[in-house]
């Protein structure tokens, strides 16, 4: 349950600061820096990898514990 809540936290937070400044830009004056551009890639891409890695490590986890289960 913790580990769930630290997960959504976290995506929300990664995601959240990009999402601002996109819109505030878009508001403001419509031009976004090279490094924002990055940061912004980076953010999404970083929340992607920790999604995708929150589905396949507790797969991995429960498939050694029933087979540790089956055969022991």
Same mark, same amino acid.
């Given at each position: 349950?913790? %580990?769930?809540?630290?997960?959504?936290?976290?995506?929300?937070? =990664?995601?959240?600061?990009?999402? %601002?400044?996109?819109?505030?830009? *878009?508001?403001?004056?419509? *031009? =976004?820096?090279?490094?924002? =551009?990055?940061?912004?890639?980076?953010?999404?891409?970083?929340?992607?990898?920790?999604?995708?890695?929150?589905?396949?490590?507790?797969?991995?986890?429960?498939?050694?514990?029933?087979?540790?289960? =089956?055969? %022991?």
């Amino acid at each position: 349950m913790i %580990y769930s809540a630290v997960f959504i936290g976290g995506i929300l937070v =990664l995601q959240a600061g990009p999402v %601002y400044t996109i819109l505030f830009t *878009h508001f403001k004056d419509g *031009h =976004l820096s090279g490094i924002t =551009l990055f940061w912004i890639g980076f953010s999404f891409t970083t929340s992607i990898i920790i999604c995708i890695m929150m589905v396949i490590f507790p797969l991995r986890f429960g498939e050694k514990r029933l087979l540790q289960k =089956l055969f %022991y």
